[in-house]
């Protein structure tokens, strides 16, 4: 917990399960530093209450009826870029987790976190930390290392080793503090 001084981050959850979503937002509600300002139920209700209530943070889920997460989250950014938007969802499967991150997500969460997990990972987006699991962040390096040249743009291949060390340091969930201790930067 922190000092009642700091300011709240102000979260928008939108998950189409009600049980879940009053669950998430109480648990979130739980922590000082926290407060839910809106809930959604599809993609759609999210935009619509990103603009009304401008959060801090979006938590959203990418499979939702009608406009889903992803489509909000494109529509968000398009609009809003300054919002934070971590997914949260049970899909552990890479198409979903590269288009979240191409429609402008920062983060992309399991819901088998434990709920201490999430609150410290949602913290971690106001410290310019990406949440991520190191399993996640293993799967993207992978990604990065498959792609080919073919499309004309960068691959993991012409990264300088400095840049490797950074990425592997990701991976294996390095915080941001570890990874300058063992870069030596600030």
């Known amino acids: 917990m922190t000092s009642q001084s700091q300011e709240q981050i102000r979260i928008l959850v939108a998950d189409d399960h009600p049980l879940f979503r009053k669950g998430i937002?109480?648990?979130?509600?739980?922590?000082?530093?926290?407060?839910?300002?809106?809930?959604?139920?599809?993609?759609?209700?999210a935009l619509q209450l990103a603009r009304e209530l401008?959060?801090?943070?979006?938590?959203?889920?990418?499979?939702?009826?009608?406009?889903?997460?992803?489509e909000a989250t494109r529509m968000i950014m398009k609009e809003m870029p300054y919002i934070k938007i971590v997914m949260l969802t049970f899909s552990d499967d890479n198409h979903n987790l590269f288009e979240a991150i191409k429609s402008g997500a920062q983060g992309?969460?399991?819901?088998?976190?434990?709920?201490e997990e999430l609150a410290d990972m949602l913290r971690g987006v106001f410290?310019?930390?990406?949440?991520?699991?190191?399993?996640?962040?293993?799967?993207?390096?992978?990604?990065?290392?498959?792609?080919?040249?073919?499309d004309g743009k960068p691959s993991?291949?012409?990264?300088?080793?400095?840049?490797?060390?950074?990425?592997r340091l990701v991976a294996n969930g390095a915080s941001n503090k570890e990874i300058a201790d063992e870069l030596v930067v600030t």
């Open 25 to 45: 937002i109480y648990m979130l509600n739980s922590h000082e530093d926290m407060i839910v300002v809106g809930e959604a139920g599809n993609g759609d209700e």
């Open 54 to 70: 401008m959060p801090d943070l979006v938590l959203m889920d990418v499979q939702m009826p009608g406009c889903n997460g992803l």
């Open 108 to 115: 992309y969460l399991l819901k088998s976190l434990e709920p």
């Open 127 to 150: 410290r310019d930390e990406a949440p991520i699991s190191p399993t996640t962040a293993s799967r993207i390096l992978r990604e990065f290392s498959r792609q080919t040249r073919r």
């Open 156 to 167: 993991v291949r012409d990264l300088t080793p400095r840049e490797v060390e950074l990425l």
